[in-house]
């Protein structure tokens, strides 16, 4: 059973830092593409950045220029570098990966920025 499990999340300042990791497993069969999501309150969850296993990566506009999505693929896992954080990224952040066409998701991290 393929399980997801983030880790990471908390409470920082304005214009601080974080990372988060995210480790997938319970497959013998490779994880594809990965990424971070995020739901604010009353918002819908929305993409923050993917990678692919070749990593190609994508990002939210939001976040281009702040955060860094990398993986490593022999531990089928996933980082999101978050740097100069603002109030507006407080949200609880979700990683999801993807294997055989199938999306699996973690159960959740907060992150809070606030001073």
């Known amino acids: 059973q393929v399980q997801v499990v983030e880790s990471g999340g908390g409470l920082v300042q304005p214009g601080g830092s974080l990372e988060l990791s995210c480790a997938a497993s319970?497959?013998?069969?490779?994880?594809?593409?990965m990424g971070w999501y995020r739901q604010a309150p009353g918002k819908q969850r929305e993409l923050v950045a993917t990678?692919?296993?070749?990593?190609?990566?994508n990002y939210a506009d939001s976040v281009k220029g702040r955060f860094t999505i990398s993986r490593d693929n022999a531990k089928n896992t996933v980082y999101l570098q978050m740097n100069s954080l603002k109030p507006e990224d407080t949200a609880v952040y979700y990683c999801?990966?993807?294997?055989?066409?199938?999306?699996?998701w973690g159960q959740g991290t907060q992150i809070t920025v606030s001073s």
């Open positions: 999801k990966t993807v294997c055989l066409g199938v999306d699996y």
């Open positions: 319970g497959s013998i069969f490779r994880f594809t593409d």
């Open positions: 990678i692919t296993r070749g990593g190609s990566t």
